[in-house]
Structures are given as C-alpha cells and as structure tokens.
C-alpha cells in the first residue's frame, strides 16, 4: 500500500476510513455469497505467474463437474476475461483503469455479471502485484497465492505480507526447475518460517504436475458448502 | 496507485497533495545530482525480473571504469544490498515497511548513504512491483523498466502505465526463451504500440547475452554529465 511520508497523519486517517469501508462490503460479500453456497478465491500472485492458465486447466478439468465463475482484475484490457471464457468458465473482467489491486467494492459490482444462483465456484484473479492486493479482503474464503519458480528463492522474505495473509501458496512453473538457479526447498522453508500454517503445491499448469493435489483440494473447499 | 472509489474526492485531494510534494522533492534530488555531476536511473520490474543479477554483472564489467551507487528498495531485507555490495558497487538499502514503491522523499532520506561527491552513476531499483513505482518521480534521468520473457508476451497491454513512462526496456532472460511459450517480438511490437521511443534490449544476465549492449548505452549515459 502506498505510504505517504510528508502527510503521516493524514494518511493514517484516510487509510483506516478505507480499509473500515471495505470491510464492511467484504463482509456484504461475505453474506451474499453464503446465500448462493459459493466458495470464493481471492487468487493472487505477481504478474504472469500463471494465475490464468491455471483457470484454463480447470475449466478443462472440471467441466460437467463444478461450475466455475471467474472475476478477472486487471489494470487494462480484457485478454485474460476472454481466456477463460474460451476454457469454458463464466468470466467477468473488471479493468481496474490504474488501481494496482481489486478491493471488495469492485468485486460487489462485478458480481452481476455472473449467475451466482448456478455457480459452485468463484475465482477472482487479482491485479498481478506482490504487494497491494494482499491488504485487500474481498469476501473470500480463502487466499491462494502463486509465486513462479523464475521469481526466486527470496521471495518470501522480501514479501512477507502476501505470504502471511495466504492460506494456500502454489509454486508454479515447476517444469523449468532445470533450467534455473532457484532451491525449492528454500522457498518452502522460507514462506513457512512467515506463516507455519501455509499449505503449498508445487505445480506446472503446462506439464500438469501437481495439479492433481490442487484439483483434490478445490473439491474438498466445494464439498464443505 | 490505488483508489478508493467510496471517497473519490478526498482521494483526488489527497493524491494531488502526494504528488505535488513527490514532485518538488524529486526537483530537490534533480538539483542535488546535477551538482554533483551524476547519472542517476530508476530500475523497476516486477518481483524476480533479474534488476539484482544485472547489478551484480554491471559492478564486474565497470569495475575500475564507473563508480556506480545503488539504492535498494525493498519492502522488507537487506537482502539486494549485500549481493550488490558483494558485487563491489556502493549501496544503501531503503526498507519501506509495506510500501509498494520508493518515493523522491524516501531515496533523498538515502542519499546520505552514498558518497555522491567520488560517484559516476547511481542505480536506484525499486520496489519489485510492475505498477505503483511507475507513477513517482524521483529525480532520475531516466526510468529503465525489465519485463522477463517468463512473465508473457501480453504484459505490455495490460500494464501500460509502466512501459509509457519508462525510456528504455530492458527484456530479460532470453536464455530462457526455448523452455516458454513466450514471443519476444510479440513483447516489442506491444510496447512500441504504447510507447513508440522505448529504447530496447534483449538481454540474459546469466548467459550474458545483450549485455555488451547495454553496458554500451550505460557508458554513452554517464558521458553526458
């Protein structure tokens, strides 16, 4: 989140006004998507981390089994909205016009655009930053964040926020391993040294490791509602 | 930046105030540069492009040739500031405590951290973060921006802030080009549509490729002062 040194007390006012606000629509969210039985991601990681190709292996995955809603975020564009509506998931995209995270009032908008009565699922894939959509509830049950192997190994440490709010953390591209100077066992040991709780699938939405595990995973989340 | 749709006007008030005082600290770093005849660059890249790596084969290659400085923003670590220490380059670490990008205020506050007077260059690199830093000054000469091959060939489109204020981009990891399904021309078609005098180049701090270029421009830069 932005900090704004030279007006100290102003920011501290004006943040905690916006953050009590969105509470409060995440907790509106919150309610609403209890009514419908959904289970809601709040699905984060930097940008190209592989957030949308993973949507597209679900679609694939779980077509005729779950019915799965996608909110995209992004600061412009519609690219990855049109993705996964081609992967066969319903899809909404918010063009965040600048703003470097979704919060739960763009989220409450966008909620019209999917039939939330036929869903069993929603995936919200955030703006693609490390920082600021951490900050950000939106109503979800849960926060799944991707860190990319290509990121490196010390990650965790430099961006502790994202690990600590997350409940699952997927390590993605696995597939390049090889190719790279990145110690997996590092990050694993690194994000658990933030947040001991943090359960983490190493996968790669190209070659299909892991998947399996994550897929199990999103059943059992459904299976609870 | 974030917005806070809930408190529109207050936040342009609030906003416009931030900028007005980034932009008048930024013309205090300017003047502080000039005097002190110094080329000084803004690095930003998502999380993990390789601004670090590139600092580490720069303090190799201009070794005996260029004093180069380097600002370190972090959110949180120390971390970037050993490895470019170790390098043999100068460096202070800036820790923003949750901030998602420096600000002119922030790296004046370092400025006592490095010798500006025996100085050629400095290299401040920014917060791992494709959006927020885009939108802060900081005094620099110019703003030099690294998108990895690993993040995608769509990046340009939906980040366009970043590659619109940046004056040269930096492609990164082109080693890595034969394990992805990533067009690097695609890449630079996409970032002249927005910003048609983007100087670019293609490069792999590991493997080395594209670097004799970059150094090259480096050289031509410093000459200027």
Redesign the interface.
């Known amino acids: 989140?932005?900090?704004?040194?030279?007006?100290r007390t102003?920011r501290v006012a004006?943040v905690k006004?916006?953050l009590d606000?969105n509470t409060r629509i995440a907790q509106e969210n919150r309610k609403l998507f209890d009514t419908h039985g959904l289970t809601v991601i709040n699905l984060m990681s930097?940008?190209?981390a592989g957030k949308t190709t993973l949507l597209e292996q679900m679609g694939a995955r779980f077509e005729g089994e779950l019915k799965i809603g996608v909110i995209e975020g992004?600061?412009?564009?519609s690219?990855d909205a049109e993705r996964v509506a081609a992967a066969g998931l319903e899809a909404v995209q918010i063009e965040?016009?600048?703003?470097?995270?979704l919060?739960a009032?763009?989220v409450q908008n966008a909620l019209s655009g999917l039939n939330l009565d036929t869903l069993d699922l929603v995936v919200v894939e955030n703006?693609?930053?490390?920082?600021?959509p951490a900050e950000f509830k939106i109503g979800e049950d849960c926060k799944v964040m991707m860190l990319?192997v290509?990121?490196?190994d010390?990650?965790p440490?430099?961006?502790?926020?994202m690990f600590k709010e997350s409940n699952v953390l997927l390590i993605s591209?696995v597939?390049?391993l090889p190719?790279?100077?990145c110690d997996i066992e590092k990050i694993k040991e690194a994000a658990r040294s933030i947040n001991p709780d943090l359960i983490i699938f190493e996968i790669s939405a190209?070659s299909g490791q892991g998947l399996d595990d994550w897929h199990s995973w999103i059943q059992e989340q459904t299976a609870k509602k």
């Open positions: 989140m932005h900090i704004f040194p030279k007006e102003l004006v006004n916006i606000a930097s940008p190209g992004d600061i412009q564009t690219l965040t016009d600048g703003a470097c995270h919060d009032n763009m703006v693609g930053n490390l920082v600021c990319s290509t990121e490196g010390d990650k440490y430099k961006y502790p926020l591209k597939d390049l190719y790279l100077h190209y």
